[in-house]
């Protein structure tokens, strides 16, 4: 079982940046791949962004390629997400998501709100 909170989010100004941080619970973290996910008003969850299990390789989704990094400090046991360059598009609710792959997420946190003004 691991239990997810994330934290770091905000009102930011178009243009601005934000670092989101979510912590995971338990001594197994190392083995779990890490996800950002995102849900706007009215749209269906999609991905943003996921990291392997030693944070080798990392997926992004094309809308925030170039303007967001995730990264995880497995001594930690922590992800980050940091955004840069952020538009009205990408004000939504941020939800991280432990998996054993990048297919397949079993666990998730509350979500924390990302808001942007313009």
């Known amino acids: 079982q691991v239990q997810l909170v994330e934290s770091g989010g905000g009102l930011v100004q178009a243009g601005g940046s934000l670092r989101l941080s979510c912590a995971a619970s338990?001594?197994?973290?190392?083995?779990?791949?890490m996800g950002w996910f995102r849900q706007a008003p009215g749209k269906e969850r999609e991905f943003v962004a996921a990291?392997?299990?030693?944070?080798?390789?990392?997926y992004y989704a094309d809308s925030v390629k170039g303007r967001f990094t995730i990264s995880r400090d497995n001594a930690k046991n922590t992800v980050y997400l940091q955004m840069n360059s952020l538009n009205s598009e990408d004000a939504a609710v941020y939800y991280c998501?432990?998996?054993?792959?990048?297919?397949?997420?079993?666990?998730w946190g509350q979500g924390t709100q990302v808001t942007v003004s313009s």
């Open positions: 998501a432990a998996g054993r792959n990048r297919a397949q997420y079993n666990y």
């Open positions: 338990g001594r197994t973290f190392s083995s779990y791949f």
């Open positions: 990291i392997s299990w030693s944070g080798g390789s990392t």
